[in-house]
């Protein structure tokens, strides 16, 4: 039997078989984002000797290189050079000229992923090469430690294996939720950036508790554990947030009397604002860019 990573077919360079194992991988614009998803590719298998990333500044690339063990360059056109597997990483802004310097130099049937917020399949697909593999998707920064939620979607030449060997490399950062396009936006305003909605809550909460006279250790610490043993209990269990909720709120005790305050604040409704105002930007983003 042919290893996995010698297994190739007529569409491309690229591996069979789903397996991650000899892909060898480009990250253009290794930022936040991209150095997470770089982290989940190799807890997926791939091997750094494989993977090329590049950022506009060395130090940068000499962190990753010290990090991960891959090898970095700020040269995005002898990045992609023998790539499987493209990783577009820059700010929406920068897609449109990151595409036009490099789309000469893909390998033929290279699967181009994008983690840009808003940017269509149709902005990817009218800037390559007819016939393109193309993959949309919205990963969050958690993938750095195994612990993301990542949408995909694949383009109009992405064939089921391409789409599959892009959630192989993906679901090393986590879990992997194959999406309708139209509802990637959704996805990235909850998910995408669902961990800042969370970091803020875990900041507030903590200077709560320095106003009540905790260190600030003491309380960032038990705003952290308290989230964590939350969503574990949450995923744990499965039982629906609002039962969870009663289930610490005594009749007439100190949870209802803060749950008010919190309703008093608008917060819920702050959410769907706030949600709704992702989304709407991620669609200002295309119409930017695109
Ligand atoms: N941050 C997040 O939580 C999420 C981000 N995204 C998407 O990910 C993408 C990146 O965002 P994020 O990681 O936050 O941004 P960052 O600014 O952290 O990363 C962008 C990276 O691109 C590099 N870069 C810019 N121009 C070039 C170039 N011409 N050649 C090589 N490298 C270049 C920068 O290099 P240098 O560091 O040297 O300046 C930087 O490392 C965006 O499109 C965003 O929409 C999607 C989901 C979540
Ligand atoms: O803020 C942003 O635009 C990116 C996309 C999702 C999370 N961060």
Redesign the pocket.
Known sequence: MVPVSEQTDEHGGAPTNNQVGGVKMAF?????????VLAGALAAGVAPEDVVA????P???AHLTERFGVRAT?D?VAAVDGAHVVV?????K??G??LD?VADTLEPGAVVV??????PLSFFEQRLPAGTPVVRA????PALVGAGVTALVGGSAAREDDVALVEKVLSGSGHVFRVAEKDIDAF?ALA??G??YVFYVVDAMAEAGVLLGLTRDVARRLAVETVLGSAKLLDETGEHPVLLREKVSSPGGTTVAALRKLDDGGVRAAFLDALEAARDRSRE?AAEHG
Do not use: F, H, W, Y
């Open positions: 253009l614009g290794t930022g936040n984002m991209g150095e997470a590049t950022s506009r500044r130090e940068r690339g700020t995005n577009i990483g820059v700010k929406p920068d897609v000229a990151m310097r994008s983690v840009a917020a808003g940017l919205m990963p969050n920064t990235g995408g950036s961990p800042a983003l």
